[in-house]
């Protein structure tokens, strides 16, 4: 089975209220995070990640937090504008003995902005 | 800002036919990557590679997969004998370093129709 997954596949908000979206681990040996964006017609986007041995991370308008005794990871959007509707993936690095790391990816929230 | 850039953007071909997906990683980044999205799923991992081998690949990186760099700015992927469920979206990416914590950049992907 896969080891990243999210709650829920659509999420929809009105413009500018804080969103909130979640995603479910169950591989405890992962120790990094990574959130992305995708657009209709493009590839996954970068917004922002954490390590395992922090539980909370701030970008612009974007913090993750961490739970790792839940295995929860959520990605909080602040003042949600238009430009924030896409599919959001959390995917996490696993474990490994060194070389280029693949990614795991979740099956991906809908975020829709209401305008 | 430095991206991946992918040709073509959608490629057509018959089931059985070969197909070469081409990427441009990002230029001073030295760790590359393939996944694929078939539609409406979740980023899937295929193969990463780093001075010129492969350095970890999934269950899906078959026999039928290969990847090249055959030069020193083009990465790609081939499929040698195409399926129908080789239709999906493919997506390069490359990392400065193949370790956790350093950011994937992904490029826009290429659809792959077999018909």
């Known amino acids: 089975g896969e080891s990243v997954g999210l709650h829920l596949p659509t999420l929809s908000v009105q413009e500018g209220d804080n969103s909130i979206i979640n995603c479910a681990y169950s591989?405890?040996?992962?120790?990094?995070f990574i959130w992305y964006k995708q657009e209709s017609g493009k590839g996954p986007q970068f917004i922002i990640d954490?390590?395992?041995?922090?539980d909370k991370r701030q970008g612009q308008r974007v913090t993750v937090l961490l739970n790792k005794t839940v295995k929860h990871l959520s990605l909080q959007i602040a003042a949600t504008q238009p430009g924030d509707s896409a599919v959001y993936f959390c995917?996490?690095?696993?474990?490994?003995?060194?070389?280029?790391?693949?990614?795991?990816f979740g099956k991906g929230t809908h975020l829709i902005i209401q305008p | 800002e430095p991206e991946v850039t992918q040709t073509p953007s959608h490629q057509v071909t018959q089931m059985g036919q070969e197909v070469i997906l081409r990427c441009v990683p990002i230029?001073?980044?030295?760790?590359f990557y393939w996944y694929r999205q078939i539609l409406g799923q979740k980023v899937e991992f295929l193969v990463s590679?780093?001075?010129?081998?492969?350095?970890?690949k999934s269950e899906i990186f078959d026999d039928q997969f290969s990847v090249e760099r055959p030069d020193g700015s083009n990465f790609t992927l081939k499929i040698r004998s195409t399926k129908l469920e080789d239709s999906a979206m493919y997506f390069c990416?490359?990392?400065?370093?193949?370790?956790?914590?350093?950011?994937?950049?992904f490029g826009p992907g290429t659809r792959l129709t077999v018909l």
């Open positions: 590679f780093y001075n010129n081998e492969i350095s970890e």
């Open positions: 995917a996490e690095n696993l474990r490994s003995g060194g070389g280029a790391d693949g990614l795991t």
């Open positions: 230029s001073n980044h030295l760790y």
């Open positions: 990416a490359s990392s400065a370093q193949g370790s956790r914590g350093d950011t994937q950049y």
């Open positions: 591989n405890s040996a992962s120790d990094y």
């Open positions: 954490i390590r395992s041995n922090m």
